[in-house]
């Protein structure tokens, strides 16, 4: 059986990045698995990512990744030698390696995090290895409605954006998307990473959950 997750939006705001999607899993056009299944994971402490796609690959690809992080922290006597640029860029070469082999990994990704820099990264892989930087993305379904909500709102200056109004921001483009993707669930998963005041600590992660105020 071939379970898949829906949409992904990852966006910028001026303290760090958030990444959230549904909880639903669907076979097929079938929705076998309602909220029982997150897409969104920390890789370490400075590190998020979200999935959509096809849920056996999302579990291969994370479990690489969780691995390789382990080992660096092992390695490092658990000072992370690994951010977000160094796990997108190793997550890329994965699906790209397997796009070779004509076996792709049906999974796109939104990862994000603060480098060691202090600067904030939001990158996205699609199935083929492409590896994109930017303020916001989105994935699967949220690619023909999403954008253009996003595009519109999204501040010039990201100074502007705060951590609540980008909230309010990607649920805005979640409830277009429950009206508008039969794949599309209620209940909405979120991750939050943020730069800390003082460099050398590492960022905040917050996880959270959202119902939509929906009338259907």
């Not at 939006?9 to 760090?16: D, E, P």
């Not at 190793?90 to 994000?112: C, E, F, Q």
């Not at 599309?184 to 992660?205: H, L």
């Amino acid at each position: 059986m071939v379970y898949s997750g829906s949409s992904v939006i990852g966006l910028k705001y001026n303290k760090g990045i958030i990444i959230a999607c549904d909880t639903r899993m669907c076979y097929g056009s079938s929705l076998s698995l309602v909220s029982s299944y997150e897409r969104i994971k920390a890789l370490n402490n400075r590190t998020i990512i979200g999935y959509s796609g096809e849920f056996s690959d999302m579990q291969e690809t994370s479990r690489i990744l969780d691995e390789l992080v382990l080992s660096d922290n092992l390695e490092t006597n658990g000072k992370n030698t690994m951010g977000p640029v160094e796990l997108g860029h190793y997550l890329s070469s994965l699906h790209y390696g397997r796009r070779n082999k004509l076996d792709p990994y049906l999974n796109s990704a939104i990862v994000g995090g603060i480098d060691f820099n202090g600067d904030i990264v939001l990158m996205q892989i699609d199935p083929f290895g492409t590896f994109l930087t930017g303020n916001y993305f989105t994935t699967a379904f949220a690619n023909y409605f999403a954008c253009s909500l996003l595009r519109n709102n999204y501040p010039k200056n990201i100074n502007e954006l705060t951590k609540d109004k980008a909230l309010e921001l990607i649920m805005q483009c979640f409830e277009v998307l429950f009206y508008r993707d039969s794949n599309a669930g209620d209940i909405i998963q979120f991750s939050t990473i943020e730069k800390n005041d003082d460099i050398n600590q590492p960022p905040k992660i917050e996880n959270g959950k959202y119902k939509l105020q929906t009338k259907w």
